[in-house]
């Protein structure tokens, strides 16, 4: 992983690629630490990192209010906030674009239909997509928080606004509920 350091928000700014991610952290925290460690594990790419002990704008700039957060910014537009500690694994996926879609479980069946309704800034949908990473469910996620169509689909489907909402095979699930979610995608109660 390349990073590199802010020191003001125009250093984001300056750079020209379409889509960056940036580590909104305070150095010398335990899930901080934790966040910067598990994107040093990521192969290739870059993270712009900010730490809000040297840096006061970028953070205000995005609305990030708790830290660590991963920013993924598209064409200057907020595509999703990801709060605290996540795994190396899930930062890949994050950082490579590696959430969509078929491939074998465990058993030899294919993998079920997995879509996952969410918005940048809800810890429950957060949760939901460390816990389908940390069992090896493969799933597309839509920020219905930028995708008004998709908001409106997932609205039509399940007649609930609230996020997350997990789509599997067409079946609806509210909320992050893991007995539901282990049932569907038979992944061993813990």
Not at 16 to 26: E, N, R
Not at 47 to 72: E, M, R, W
Not at 77 to 88: A, M, Y
């Amino acid at each position: 992983m390349n990073f590199i350091e802010v020191k003001d928000y125009q250093d984001i700014i300056k750079d020209k690629d379409s889509k960056k991610f940036i580590l909104i952290y305070k150095n010398g925290t335990p899930n901080s630490d934790c966040a910067y460690e598990a994107l040093k594990d990521v192969k290739d790419g870059k993270v712009f990192i900010v730490d809000v002990n040297k840096v006061k704008n970028v953070h205000q700039h995005y609305g990030v209010t708790a830290v660590p957060s991963l920013v993924v910014e598209n064409n200057g537009n907020v595509e999703n906030i990801i709060k605290g500690c996540q795994t190396s694994n899930y930062f890949d996926q994050i950082i490579h674009d590696k959430k969509t879609t078929f491939s074998s479980s465990n058993n030899g069946q294919p993998q079920k239909r997995v879509v996952v309704y969410s918005t940048p800034t809800c810890p429950y949908c957060n949760k939901l997509k460390q816990y389908l990473t940390k069992h090896g469910v493969k799933f597309t996620d839509i920020n219905v928080a930028t995708n008004q169509q998709a908001a409106a689909e997932m609205v039509r489907k399940s007649g609930q606004r609230g996020v997350p909402q997990t789509e599997i095979n067409g079946q609806i699930i509210i909320g992050f509920d893991t007995p539901k979610l282990s049932r569907l995608l038979n992944i061993p109660t813990e």
